[in-house]
């Protein structure tokens, strides 16, 4: 019942129990995800996942896979604060600061030390202080708590940002960044800004994107 339109559709008395809903986009290659908020009648907030799409590695979360043309909800988790789809892979994080990963597991770019697709969410290695995250397209960052930021995945191109160009199954420190306040991964590249206003950028630069006046890639952040 939406008793005093205590639900938020705009009348004062009807018998739909949903409430005014917070969506959070993030769609990346053929996968669709949104991230709801309710606030149900009773006053209880329930966050929740629904997606959709191309699940040919299990990235839609359901537990199978194949095309979904429906939005479906994924189960297992919750008090999910932050959703974002990579290539072929999905990560959030959670309001405990765990991050759960699922899809396409190639490059070990879902964090669980292992290089097999999950069909559902997995915790990814170690995390309990994780307080955003964004997925490139074969590899995935997590911004800690403390301001650091951990990279996990391919590394062809050094989008790591650890110094390296090998892969990791489990997350790596990304070197010499700090103070860092949101993250984001792009194809082969990955940026963060920083709570200075500047924004440091590591990875493939074949086509300028990590900084102007050069073309050359780089296996350590920079600014």
Request: aromatic fraction near 10%; glycine fraction near 16%.
């Amino acid at each position: 019942m939406n008793v005093k339109g205590k639900s938020g559709l705009g009348k004062e008395k009807s018998n739909t129990a949903a409430g005014t809903p917070a969506w959070v986009w993030s769609t990346f290659v053929l996968c669709s995800l949104v991230l709801i908020n309710m606030m149900f009648p009773q006053y209880e907030s329930k966050t929740f996942i629904m997606s959709w799409g191309d699940n040919t590695f299990g990235q839609v979360g359901v537990g199978k896979f194949g095309y979904e043309c429906s939005p479906l909800t994924v189960t297992g988790i919750d008090g999910i604060i932050n959703v974002s789809a990579g290539g072929s892979h999905t990560i959030v994080v959670q309001d405990s600061g765990k991050v759960f990963s699922w899809g396409d597991n190639f490059f070990g770019e879902l964090g669980n030390g292992t290089t097999q697709d999950a069909s559902s969410p997995q915790q990814m290695s170690y995390f309990s202080n994780a307080v955003s995250i964004s997925g490139g397209y074969t590899h995935s960052l997590i911004l800690m708590d403390d301001g650091t930021v951990m990279a996990c995945g391919d590394n062809w191109a050094g989008q790591l940002g650890n110094g390296s160009e090998t892969r990791s199954v489990v997350p790596v420190l990304v070197s010499g960044l700090s103070g860092a306040i949101s993250v984001a991964g792009g194809g082969y590249h990955s940026l963060a800004l920083r709570d200075d206003g500047t924004v440091w950028a590591w990875g493939y630069n074949g086509s300028g994107q990590l900084r102007g006046g050069t073309r050359v890639s780089s296996r350590v952040p920079g600014k």
